[in-house]
Every structure is written in C-alpha cells, then in structure tokens.
C-alpha cells in the first residue's frame, strides 16, 4: 500500500467507524463491539504495514497541499516515535474495545461509547503522526473534545458531568496556549512543518522568543498529561466508565503531553529554563500524586493519582537534559501503559462483579476471584517496581539517572533521596491495592456475590499481564528493537549506550530500589490504622485540595467577574451594542494609525464632480432624515435609510464597480423587506398609563451617537482617501489584477478574487451566514409576543385592510386594486429567476456571481410573499425547503475545495479550460462555477430560512390580535400617538 494512502486510512477510518457507530441503534451492543472492533485490529494492522519503513530509518510521509501560501498542508508524517505510540494507542484501543463490550450494562446506549472510543482513536492517532504544528494543535484540542464526550457518558449523574466539565476546561485551555506556542514556534522556524522544527534546534534555543514559546507549549503539554498544579481533572475524571478509564489514563489522553515533550526535546531540551519547569514540576507531581495515592479509598481513585505519579516521574525524567533520561522516559511510557490498563481492567472487573470499588469494603476476594487476584498481583507488583517485572527495569533506570542527573541550585544532591521516596509511595499504595482489595477476611454486605468475569472480558487483562511478565524477564528481545526504534528517531545519531539486561550486578541503583521496596512496605504496614480511620482524604494537605480550588476560580469566573462585566457592558437594548461595537471599531482603527502612521498618497486630488457632489447631498439629507425622525416614525426613517443605501449603490456605478453596486443593490432591497417585517416586533415609544415609559433620549446622548457616527464616518472617509490617491504600483490589487485571467480563468477579478484567491475566506463566511440564518429561524420560531408589543386594533385594520386574512373557511380575497401589480408579481417571477441564472452564469467574467444572482431569487419570493400577504405561513413556505438550500450550498461549496484535493491541487484550486460546443462555439468553463453555485444556493436558502421565521410571526402576531379583540379583557389599554407607527 502506498504511504499516502496508508497514514490518510490510518487516520481517517477511526473516523469513518465512529460515525457509523454512532448511527447504529441503541440496542446493537454486538454490532458496534465487532465495528470498534475490527476498526481498532485493522488501523493496527496498518500500523504494522509501517514497520518494514520506519525500522529501516525511514519517515513515512502523507503531504496534501492545502493553504501552501501560509505554510499550511495536511501532512502525516511517522518516525519509529510515531509508529511506537501509534502501535500503544491502536492495540490497547483493540484490548479496550474487547473489554469493553462485556463491562457495559444492557440498557447502556453501547454504540454511542463505541463512537466516541473510535473518534478519539482517530484523534490521537492524528496528534502522533501530525506533521505540521497547526494540524497537531487541531487534533489536539480534537482528543479534549472527545474525551469529555468519553467522561461524561453517563451524563445524567452530577460527578460524570462536573468531571468532563473540567478536564475540558483545563485541557482545551491549555490546547489554547499549545496553539499559541506553535504560532511562535512556527514564527522562529519560519515553518509549521515538524521536519523543518526538529532541524532548528540551535535557532530555537538561541532565539529571544524561545522562552515565552517554551511556556506555552509547556502549558499544553502540563494540562494534557495532568501535571502539578493541573493535575485535579484526572481524578474527577474516573466517573467515566472503567474501559474509558483504562484506554485515557494508560495509552492515550494522558500520554499525549508527555509524547509532546519527548517529540520536540531535541529542539527544546538543553536549557536550564527546560529543567526548572519541566523538571521541577515532574518531581512535584510524582510526590504529590504518590502520596495521595496512598490514601484514596476508591480503587479507580488509587489508580488515578498513580497515575499523575507516573506521569510525575516520565517528565521529571524527560527534564533532566540527558539522553539517557530520555530513553528510560520512553521505556517507562511503554511499561506504565501495560500495568496500569491492566490495573484499571481488574478495578472495572472488581466493580462489575462486586457493585462497589470502596477498598474498605472489599476484602478476600482471592478466594472467589482467583484469577483476577494473580492478575491484579502481577500487575501491581510491575508498579511497584518488583524484580523480573517491566517497571523494575526502567524504575532502576530512573535511579540511574537521578544519581547522575546534573542538575542545577543543588538539586542533583536531594534528587535520589526524592526518587527514592517517591518509589516507596509506589509500593505503598500498590500494596493497599492488592492486599485491601484480595486478601484479609471474606468480604460482608457486597451489593453483588462476587465470582470471576467473563473469560474473554478477563482475556485482555491477562495479555497486558503477560506482556509485563515478558518484557521484565526479557527486556532486549522483547520490547528492545521497538525502543530503540523510537529513540533513534528522536534523538537521531546521538543515542547513548544503554543495556536493557535485568541484572547490571551489585550497584547502587540496585540498592536504592530494594530500600524503596522494604521502606514502602514498613509505610504501609505504618498507616494501617490511619488507612482504616473514617477519615476522608490524605492528612497534611486537605485544603490544598484541586477540585475545590478550580471550583472557586470558576465561581469568580463565571459568576462574580461575569456578573460585573454585565452589569458594565451588557444590556438588552441594540443601540448600546451597537455603540459598544462601532467604539471599539473606532479605537481598534485608531490605534493602527497611531502607532504605524497615516496619510494621503503621491496623487493629486481631482476636482469635485458637481453631478456626483449632488447626488451625495441627497444621500447625505437621507441619512440626516432618517437620524432625525426615526424617533418619530420608523417606516419613514427605514424608507430614509434605503435611499441612502441606493445612493451608495449608484456610487459603486460612478466608480466603475458594477459587481458592488448590483450586490449592493440586492442586498438592500432585502433587508429593507426584513426589517419591514421586523418593524412590527420593537417596542412602541409612546407611554402607556400607569407604566413606565420609554427610556428619554437626552441631548446628550444625541450628541455623544453623533460624534460616534462621525468619528467612525470620517475615518473611514480618511481611509478611503488615503487608498485612492495612491498609485496602482503601491496597490494590493495589481497583483490580483495581473493574476485573474491566468490563474483564475475568468476576467471579472472581483469575482475570481470571491472565489479562487480568497475562496477559503468565502467559504468561512457562508458558513456564518448559514449558522446566522439558523440561529434566527430557532430564535424566532420560539418567540411570544406579549400582548402590549401588538399593533393596536386602529391601527391594525388601518394597515392589512387590503391584505388576505385568514378566516373560517379560507382567507378573504384580495383587495380590487391590489390585483393588476398581483398578477404583474406572479408573471415577473421566471422573469427574475432567468436574470438570476443569467447573473450566476456570467459571474466569472462580467458582473454578477453566485450572491448578488442568490439575493435576485431571493427578492423574487420576498415580492411573492408580500402581494400573497403576510398570512403565508410556515407550512405555505415549506415546498421552498430553505434548510435543504442551505445545506446544498455548503456541501457543493466544500466539495468544490474538497475536489482539488482529490487531484492532487491545494484546497479550492480552481481549474478551467475552454468547451467546444456546437453552434455556441468555445465557452470557458472553470470549476469556480460549481462553488459559486453553493454560494447561490446557501443565499436563497439562508434568505428564505429568515423570511420563513418572519412569515411566521407575522401570523402568530395576527393571530394574538385577533384574540385581543374578541376578549375586552386584553384589549389595548391605550390609544396610538399621532403619527406612531
């Protein structure tokens, strides 16, 4: 298989399996097992098709141009690093997947777990074989979305919900900071590609930003792997259920900050900044989450603060700047990943098979659990560190080091006493696991009699198991080629000697671990009265609790500082969000010229154009009119604002920009339509009795609006004027002019600019548009008018007197003098949608285009609408299916860019060439037009989505009406002011 094809299935099945799993029906439990299964055995497979490449020192490479003029490609790329923790993530997934379909309960809704386990398969596969910065942060974040899918599973408990709460809070927002870090990684490098990063050591190290880039990065990496002080979400984090547990904790979610800091340690390492964060912080983090370990009560507790040990351990080891403290860091990687996922497996079985993981209430389950309890034994004894077991041999790596580490302000003096004392932790609480959960009396009041699983539920734990037991008895043949493969691709011709044999002799490492074992025994052995006290939590360091800390910073958070920033800058009212937005426009503006200067061009201005200054004065007494008396009548005001607009539009004429003027145009004719149908909602300005009234309107609010308005008027005026009194050299638009035949096969550079040169940016915007468009109709469908918001009953019969109403029996007819422009709608409508086509067709080398030909049909059922009168309802406008439009739009639009992709061409290239047809003669076809279909297509139907909400209300409001005056006790309580519209 080629490698392109090879890494894109790798990471794109997982995927692909997720949502099939997804649409499987609840009670599937055995299809979506043997989906997830097979998905997880095969992207292993494929991972083993890699190995003949990578062991022989190759990089297998997937490069999809994408934004190439940005420095951003889909590239996958996968070293020997890669294909190690590819191989952890897919086969521990293929174990968990077993696993999981005998834990899951019946009424569980198991394919949507299964779902979820294959997204984030995919998502950590995409994070270990990413080959550019930006695409890694993007799966990165990926893996935080999906495991707080993971945690809150069983979403309606409170500790399932406040658990994936948090760990999506920490490890999103320090996803943010990752992101932010590869921004100046890339900024120093000069490119997002990770090859390019792991030759630049020097320069990076050397380079002023390297500091705040460590930080930042740090701050990803830290949060994701649950190092102090971020480390509180991984034990919140056990509501999920166990197999969840197993596969994050062990092989993937949690491993992804450390598979960070080994990946970029060549360029990172070396520095004294490096060893006091990273260092530092992983010794911490080892003690602490040891320690309390020690003290949980829960057995998937336990095993969760270990885990934060663990982790502790890995960074410490990765920050003391050694070679060889990298390679015991990848080794202990590996070893942790089969002890703890088989620790977590026995816990789940514990609890399957018993109802309770509570240690102080299980007892003796040896003797009904046999198996299980060797199981359990064996892998607890691999993390205690116990001769002839995986973790034996790179816990005495790790004492290696921290007697050599040379570390700075005296700490290589204390650092093999805290290594020391950190192990024995370890033994202690891998004591407290096995001896509480399996040894001691037999267990009483247990909500279920305990007995062994299910053989192929216990199968994956006894090949984790086994795999301990092989690798600790023979380290070289078994796991030795596989480590070295990884470390050779980090650390590339500078990897140190090292012996994986099990005896090196009588040495002090040696000594050091057997003082851990014998002194985490006696701790153990000390603390059993304290360990079956009622107590709650570990002693010394209670209120230094995590959870509680985070809970108090998201109360002032979101609560007290969110509040305050409310009551500051919130209000109900859209005049003040307005000013609040064009304010900060201004400023935003101001500032740029502040600090980078301004001023006019090297043209001379032309004189003033009489007809064109007239022409402005009259735009200019619209927008003073419609300032002037919207305070007395908005339809006037509105009808003001749209002759404004039409003087804009016949500007955009005079300077020879036909494209803007006819998107102007369209764009005002319906918005003038909508906000019409919208005038209805707003609140009245007259005062009824007995209420308060409206909010008075002083001067100097007036003045303070006014002198907003012009100061964002004349800077853009200035900006303007500053644009068209330069040179065509000095401008951007020469490029874009020069390129727009070539390179975009058509002659209308305003359109090829939409379309090809910036499409990416179209295509971002229609997708706003769409969501706004769907935002809208959910929030007015789900609108009530209060009664009080209504028309009055004069006024009411005043306005639709000539519009079909709805009665008993069918609507009223339409008035006499309303049929001959009736008739003239319905016969101007082809007419319109041919102008439409015509405007679409034409788009790519004369004006028009995909919007301004969408917002023509838009119009064209907008004028339909009005003559049938506002009694349209929802259903009558259902045969438009505008959501259909929408999502046809976005589909085509994308498929366009996606197309490219599938020829080998950057996302949204386009491509032309000139069709012979008979008769017609030679016609340029590019595949710009099949996106500029999408765009039509997503107007009409965003435009329609928003006319249908409307139509809507506009009959729910008739309907009130009418209530209102068939029942005197609503009835209006206050007449119409004159002229109130």
Known sequence: MPETALLLILVALPFAGSLVAGLLPTHARNAAAALAGGIALTSLLLVWMAYPSVSAGGVLRADIAWMPALGLNLTLRMDGFAWLFAGLVTGIGALVVLYARYYMAEEDPVPRIFAFLLAFMGAMTGVVISGNLVQLAFFWELTSLFSFLLIGYWHHTTTAREGARMALTVTATGGLALFAGMLVLGHIVGSYEVDAVLEAGNRIREHPLYLPALVFILLGALTKSAQFPFHFWLPNAMA????????????????????????????????????????????????????????????????????????????????????????????????????????????????????????????????????????????????????????????????????????????????????????????????????????????????????????????????????????????????????????????????????????????????????????????????????????????????????????????????????????VAGTRRLQPQLRLIVAAAFLAGGAVVWFRGFGPGNLPPSPIDPVLASVWVVGGACALGAATIAKFHRLAALILVGGAGLIVCITFVWFSAPDLALTQLTVEVVTTVLLLLGLRWLPKRVQVPGERGPEVITRARRLRDLALAAGAGGGMAALSYAVMTRTPPDLLAQDFLARAYTEGGGTNVVNVTLVDFRGFDTLGEIFVVAAVALATYALLRRFRPAPDSLVPPAQQLDQHAAEPVEAEGGTRPVADWLLVPFTLTRLLFPVMALVAVFLLLRGHDLPGGGFPAGMVVAIAVILQYMIGGTAWTEEHLAWLRPRVWIGAGLLLAAGTGLAALAFGKPFLTTYFAYVVLPVIGKVPVASALIFDIGVFALVVGATLLMLVALAHQSVRGRRATSRVLTKPSRAVRAPVAAGED
């Open 240 to 567: 999920a259920p166990t197999p969840v547990s197993a596969y994050l904790h062990s092989a993937t979610l949690v491993k992804a900050g450390v598979f960070l800091l080994a990946r970029f340690w060549p360029v990172m390492a070396g520095t004294e900044a490096w060893f006091l964060i990273v260092g530092t912080i992983g010794l911490v983090t080892m003690l602490l989450g040891a320690y309390v370990a020690i003290f949980q009560n829960d057995l998937k507790g336990l095993l969760a603060y270990s885990t934060i040990s663990h982790l502790g351990l890995i960074t410490l080891l990765l920050g003391l700047n050694s070679e060889l403290a990298l390679v015991a860091a990848v080794f202990h990687i590996l070893n942790h990943a089969a002890f703890k996922a088989s620790l977590f497996m026995a816990a789940g079985i514990i609890d399957h098979e018993t109802g309770t993981r509570d240690i102080r209430r299980l007892s003796g389950l040896n003797r009904a659990m046999p198996f299980t309890a060797r199981l359990a034994l064996v892998a607890a004894a691999a993390m205690a560190g116990v001769p002839l077991l995986n973790g034996f041999i790179s816990k005495e790596m790790f004492f290696a080091e921290a007697l050599s580490a040379d570390a700075p302000l005296g700490l290589a003096n204390i650092l093999p006493f805290v290594a020391m004392l950190g192990s024995a932790f370890s033994v202690a609480y891998s004591l407290r696991f096995i001896h509480g959960a399996f040894f001691g009396p037999d267990p009483v009041d247990l909500p279920r009699a305990p007995h062994e699983p299910a053989a192929w539920m216990r199968f994956p734990v006894e090949i984790l198991v086994l795999t301990c037991l092989g690798v600790g008895v023979l380290p070289a043949a078994t796991i030795g080629p596989f480590l070295d493969l990884a470390v050779r691709s980090v650390l590339g011709d500078d990897v140190p000697d090292y012996n994986l044999s099990v005896w090196h002799g009588l040495n002090l490492p040696l000594l050091m671990s057997v003082v851990a074992l014998a002194g985490g025994a006696a701790l153990y052995l000390s603390l059993q009265r304290l360990l079956r006290s009622e107590i709650e939590g570990e002693p010394l360091i209670r209120r230094l609790e995590g959870k509680r800390i985070f809970e108090r910073t998201m109360v002032f958070l979101s609560w007290r500082l969110a509040r305050r920033l409310e009551a």
